[in-house]
């Protein structure tokens, strides 16, 4: 056998072959796992997520116009297309009449798809059962007192419940009513 000046044997170096050892693929397997152990559970949460960003989209959106309302004096409506999930805001013009209006920060919006408006009741015009509800926002700083129930394909829903003196929604689980008599919620 043909030795170096060092004295070791010259073999050259053993090479694997193209394959992974059974080691490295229980790794890789054991990290997949984790990854899916903590990723699954999550997926669920999704549909509410949308849900949630979808009910404090619009209801930032309500307080948005209640400002818009106040500072240009004019009465907003929001009109909301039940069977769409499509929203927009209305002004009043010298006619007495709503015709849409695009706001600096807002023109129209959307719930997104697999949501839905399940309920849209105000205290003066009671529960809507049409396609198109509508909310008014005074510029006396003078909101109506509404709710709005949204809800999911999986049958969660949220209330968007507009407090009529400060023009802010408070976002509560489920489907919430008013009481017509005392405007209570």
């Known amino acids: 056998m043909p030795t170096l000046k060092t004295g070791m044997p010259n073999n050259p170096p053993r090479t694997r072959g193209g394959g992974f050892t059974l080691v490295e693929l229980l790794v890789v397997m054991f990290?997949?796992?984790l990854f899916m152990a903590f990723t699954i559970p999550r997926l669920a949460?999704?549909?509410e997520l949308r849900l949630d960003s979808a009910a404090r989209h619009l209801g930032r959106t309500?307080?948005?116009?209640y400002a818009e309302?106040?500072?240009s004096r004019k009465v907003v409506r929001l009109y909301v297309e039940m069977d769409k999930g499509k929203y927009y805001p209305a002004t009043m013009n010298n006619k007495g009449?709503?015709?849409k209006t695009t706001f600096p920060l807002f023109s129209s919006g959307s719930l997104g798809t697999g949501l839905e408006v399940k309920r849209f009741v105000t205290v003066?015009?009671?529960e809507?059962?049409?396609n198109t509800a509508y909310l008014h926002l005074m510029p006396e700083g003078?909101?109506?007192k509404s709710v709005i129930v949204l809800g999911d394909e999986s049958g969660r829903m949220v209330s968007l419940i507009v407090d009529p003196l400060t023009g802010r929604v408070r976002v509560e689980p489920g489907s919430v009513s008013i009481d017509y008599a005392t405007g209570a919620v």
Request: hydrophobic letters at 45%; zero cysteines; proline letters at 0%.
């Open 124 to 126: 003066f015009g009671g």
């Open 142 to 144: 003078m909101a109506e």
């Open 69 to 71: 309302s106040v500072s």
């Open 97 to 99: 009449e709503f015709e």
């Open 128 to 130: 809507f059962s049409g």
């Open 31 to 33: 990290i997949i796992s």
């Open 45 to 47: 949460d999704i549909g």
């Open 62 to 65: 309500i307080t948005y116009l």
